[in-house]
């Protein structure tokens, strides 16, 4: 393996060469159930034919007009997105990070004059340096304090009694996802919401994990009690491309004229898939299926007897198993056994299945782990 790369991820040592559904298989031919699915971008498995005809077709015309520039597909995407948070504005830009950093920008500008911004203890929101002033975990943004000023964080239960007439901002997932997998429970969701409406705090929503039907609904902050102000989007956006979006309520304003930009973002290119990914969350049942497909994983790992498993956690294809042991040797010998996932924390394993994951799938995937837990 070249050594050029930075050592930053570690290494998986293995390299994936093509997929087909909820498949990959490596250079020497193994094949591996994919709970993985690059970081949960790849939403709708891989080699999806709708999504390929997509992106076949918009390579053959313009690739990036830029933003300023009219285009039909791009206004396509933001209408939709629009639709979302009940007819809103759209900023579009290349990954979850971005979008973040766009609303962390649109708070400040949309309430100039407060100076405190709250988020979660073990929220996860991005690495930019104004992202990471929202981000929890210590190991992550102490190399690089002092961040942002002003970030306070809170327990999710204690959030709602912190916000006030000089909150700005409050950034929360639905479902946290690298903190451990922990759904917000609707009651305390319901609870944080109305804190934001009667101070006029602008709530925002990280769904960039937990949104586009993975959780079981378009947006999971529907079914956790949310309803925000500002909502972000990214991985499975334009099923695996590089996208981002930030949606906002139309009532909320907009960005002063140049106060924000980018590049690349909402270029026809990807926004060519994203139409596509969005007809498909928007009006198919996918959302309905990956509730259902959540529920019956969940109670297949619940039948696994394991003295290693202490929780499982999880709203729809979004799932955590806290272990006794470590998890990250635990998703090495799950690679080994043929089933990809990835960590969420010292304890908890993570599961990212696609939309193309069938019960034979779950139950493959229940059986390798049952096995792998059993070499521990
Ligand atoms: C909830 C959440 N917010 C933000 C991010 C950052 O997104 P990106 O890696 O696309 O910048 C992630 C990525 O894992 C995420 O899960």
Redesign the pocket.
């Known amino acids: 393996m070249s050594d050029s790369l930075s050592s930053l991820y570690g290494g998986r040592g293995i390299a994936v060469t093509h997929g087909r559904g909820s498949r990959v298989f490596d250079t020497a031919g193994r094949e591996y159930i994919d709970f993985f699915n690059g970081?949960?971008?790849s939403l709708f498995g891989h080699s999806d034919p709708i999504l390929t005809d997509a992106l076949q077709k918009a390579s053959r015309a313009v690739w990036t007009s830029g933003a300023g520039f009219e285009s039909p597909v791009r206004e396509k995407v933001a209408d939709e997105l629009s639709l979302m948070i009940g007819g809103g504005r759209v900023f579009l830009c290349n990954?979850?990070?971005?979008?973040?950093e766009a609303a962390l920008k649109l708070s400040l500008i949309l309430r100039k004059g407060r100076s405190r911004i709250l988020a979660c203890r073990r929220?996860?929101?991005?690495?930019?340096c104004g992202?990471l002033s929202m981000t929890f975990n210590p190991k992550y943004r102490d190399p690089f304090m002092p961040l942002m000023r002003n970030v306070e964080h809170f327990s999710v239960s204690d959030l709602a009694e912190n916000i006030d007439d000089d909150t700005a901002a409050v950034f929360i997932?639905p479902v946290?996802?690298?903190g451990g997998v922990f759904p917000l429970a609707e009651e305390t969701g319901k609870k944080i919401s109305d804190a934001c409406r009667r101070t006029s705090a602008i709530l925002v929503s990280?769904?960039?994990?937990?949104g586009l039907g993975r959780c079981g609904a378009p947006l999971a902050s529907s079914i956790t009690g949310l309803d925000p102000d500002i909502i972000?989007l990214?991985?499975g956006l334009a099923g695996g491309l590089?996208a981002?979006a930030t949606l906002w309520k139309k009532d909320l304003g907009d960005f002063t004229p140049h106060s924000h930009g980018s590049t690349y973002g909402g270029n026809e290119l990807t926004a060519s898939v994203s139409a596509a990914v969005l007809s498909m969350v928007m009006h198919t049942d996918l959302p309905l299926k990956a509730a259902e497909s959540g529920m019956y994983f969940r109670s297949r790992i619940s039948e696994i007897e394991s003295s290693h498993i202490k929780d499982i956690r999880g709203l729809g294809l979004l799932n955590g198993i806290e272990l006794d042991i470590p998890s990250l040797s635990v998703v090495k010998a799950l690679q080994k056994n043929g089933l990809l996932s990835l960590t969420a924390g010292p304890r908890t394993l993570r599961f990212l299945p696609s939309f193309a994951a069938e019960e034979k799938d779950f139950d493959n995937a229940a059986m390798i782990l049952k096995k792998t837990l059993e070499e521990f």
């Open positions: 970081h949960g971008a990954s979850g990070t971005e979008a973040i929220g996860f929101h991005g690495r930019s992202a997932e946290q996802g690298e990280d769904e960039i994990q937990s972000c990214a991985k590089p981002g």
